[in-house]
Antibody
Framework: QVTLRESGPALVKPTQTLTLTCTFS??????????VSWVRQPPGKALEWLAL???????YYNTPLKTRLTLSRDTSKNQVVLTMTNMEPVDTGTYFC?????????????WGQGTTVTVSS | QSALTQPASVSGSPGQSITISCTGS?????????VSWYQKHPGKAPKLIIY???KRPSGVSNRFAGSKSGNTASLTISGLQADDEADYYC???????????FGGGTKLAVL
């Protein structure tokens, strides 16, 4: 069974750095074609694609947010970590990680339940 | 990469069919047959219902169908049911520089 779970702080202050962890099971990110992506949704707004790491450790970022985002991986723990610097109130929302098992064509087929982040002083 | 354009809302009665459009550019929807659609109920994670423009994941009802013409992809839901009331998002591969872009979402009301 494939599962993903997001974890991280529920509250961060403006200008701080957010670190979110996606812990997954049931698949290996070393498998050719496998990817893990991050998506967020501000309250009442649309989904926004943030970043993606593929099986070869290549990383892709949302162009306008590129300077603030970094993906890393802890292979031993089956985790993909997203860091976002200089957090602002507009970054408040629910952050999801998702798997693509045939990347990029297969779509994000399994999602975590999401973690809510509030940016406020 | 600009967001894909979807109508803000659509509505239909139970049993009817509706279609949601998703318009992108030649560097996203038009260039790649890599459009996916997601159903999202409030407070839940998105659910993949269509990938590669027309394909349905295992377990997704055949009432959901995808298509594409030029820079516009479409999702058709037939035989509307109450549980179809949700937000629907399209997403397209946008090349190796941008990778993916979502639409603005469409709220479906089943009246």
């Amino acid at each position: 069974q494939v599962t993903l779970r997001e974890s991280g702080p529920a509250l961060v202050k403006p200008t701080q750095t957010l670190t979110l962890t996606c812990t997954f099971s049931g698949f290996s990110l070393d498998t050719s074609g496998m990817c893990v992506s991050w998506v967020r949704q501000p309250p009442g707004k649309a989904l926004e694609w943030l970043a993606l790491m593929d099986w070869g450790d290549d990383k892709y970022y949302n162009t306008p947010l590129k300077t603030r985002l970094t993906l890393s991986r802890d292979t031993s723990k089956n985790q993909v970590v997203l860091t976002m610097t200089n957090m602002e109130p507009v970054d408040t929302g629910t952050y999801f990680c998702a798997r693509l098992h045939v990347c990029p064509s297969g779509g994000m087929d399994v999602w975590g339940q999401g973690t809510t982040v509030t940016v406020s002083s | 990469q600009s967001a894909l354009t979807q109508p803000a809302s659509v509505s239909g009665s139970p049993g009817q069919s509706i279609t949601i459009s998703c318009t992108g550019s030649s560097s996203s929807v038009g260039d790649y047959n890599l459009v996916s659609w997601y159903q999202k109920h409030p407070g839940k994670a998105p659910k993949l219902i269509i990938y590669e423009v027309t394909k349905r994941p295992s377990g997704v009802s055949n009432r959901f169908a995808g298509s594409k013409s030029g820079n516009t992809a479409s999702l058709t839901i037939s035989g509307l049911q109450a549980d179809d009331e949700a937000d629907y998002y399209c997403c397209s591969y946008a090349g190796s520089s941008s990778f993916a872009v979502f639409g603005g979402g469409t709220k479906l009301a089943v009246l």
